[in-house]
């Protein structure tokens, strides 16, 4: 499968935090063929292990496979839903945008008529039209508490590149996949972990409890970073189609010194297209990883993407072909 499809297969598979059994179901099928063991934690994450030959380190790979989304809070008496968010929801990105609930409900995003430009960011403003005449009606097909995320979607665009939603983190998972694959039939000397942990757009919970069971010597994140490459973009040295970004630090986390040092080596050696990370606004599991347990020597390896939780995300397939090479070549090397 290519990457393309693999990334779409995963777009295309709704699950917002707290509710990824779906995706997990389908992430379980797609990396079973490259792992020895298989199992789902108590809070949810998946974790697939590739047995080293003995004795060596325990490597852990993580990317999460939640979305951020919204929660019905309150149904009005003519119909509309209003909603809180999940995770760090942009009302103002994802104003009059179609949105799915995890019942397979249709409904459109948008802010009461009278709201004022100051006024979009506020999910108070906003309510979900599913089309319903009346309360009773609303209530055949949604509940309080239920979940609702941006109507999934992919688009090809000029290239390699790609746009829609939720590359974040679909993205993370599908070149954590790639790794799987590459390394399934090399014969390693360390452990191997691939983890697709849950709520991390609600507080980076599934990769701390999951590296806490493992307690591994090393530990990945896969995920998005912005780029500073778009009209009015914060200065920021990454950019679509410059490759790999290794992350030096972001807003919660500063890298292993001597684990960034090893893969950018390991990505000069291999001649692999890279780009050095600082994040300054905005974080990812990696901070958990760092604080499980005992700790772990940290690095990240990031996608470059534009419009971050947007319904238009964009990123370059090329940069995250880069990302797959370069932790299998430094895996091989650990």
Same mark, same amino acid.
């Given at each position: ?24 179901? &389908? ?22 292990? &590739?047995?080293?030959? @003995? ?48 019942? @397979? ?193 940290? @690095? ?31 895996? &091989?090397?650990?």
């Amino acid at each position: 499968m290519t990457l393309y499809n693999t990334l779409k297969e995963l777009c295309l598979c709704p699950s917002v935090s707290g509710r990824e059994q779906k995706i997990r179901e &389908k992430l379980s099928a797609m990396v079973a063929p490259f792992c020895d063991e298989l199992r789902t934690d108590a809070l949810g994450s998946l974790i697939a292990v &590739k047995k080293g030959n @003995g004795g060596g380190k325990k490597i852990m790979l993580a990317a999460h496979m939640d979305e951020i989304g919204l929660i019905v809070n309150y149904i009005e008496d003519n119909g509309m839903l209003r909603v809180a968010p999940i995770g760090w929801f942009s009302f103002e990105a994802s104003a009059f945008t179609r949105v799915v609930s995890e019942r @397979g409900v249709h409904g459109a995003l948008v802010p009461d008529t009278r709201t004022k430009p100051e006024d979009f960011p506020k999910s108070e403003f906003f309510y979900i039209d599913i089309g319903a005449k009346n309360r009773k009606q609303a209530e055949a097909k949604v509940a309080i508490g239920d979940f609702f995320v941006g109507t999934p979607v992919l688009d090809k665009l000029i290239g390699t590149r790609v746009c829609g939603r939720p590359l974040d983190d679909r993205i993370g998972c599908a070149v954590v996949l790639g790794v799987a694959e590459m390394l399934a039939d090399e014969k390693l000397e360390n452990d191997v972990y691939y983890v697709f942990s849950v709520q991390e757009e609600f507080g980076r919970k599934g990769a701390l409890t999951s590296a806490f069971a493992i307690q591994p010597d090393i530990a990945l994140c896969f995920d998005v970073t912005g780029t500073g490459d778009t009209p009015g973009a914060v200065p920021m040295a990454c950019r679509l189609g410059d490759g790999a970004a290794i992350k030096v630090r972001d807003a919660s986390v500063i890298c292993d010194e001597n684990v960034v040092r090893a893969i950018c080596d390991v990505a000069k050696e291999c001649n692999i297209k890279h780009q050095r990370e600082v994040l300054l606004k905005g974080g990812t599991d990696t901070s958990s990883l760092q604080m499980a347990g005992a700790g772990a020597a940290v @690095g990240a390896i990031s996608i470059p993407t534009r419009s971050i939780h947007s319904g238009v995300e964009i990123c370059d397939l090329a940069d995250a072909e880069c990302c797959i090479k370069l932790a299998a070549e430094y895996i &091989k090397r650990a």
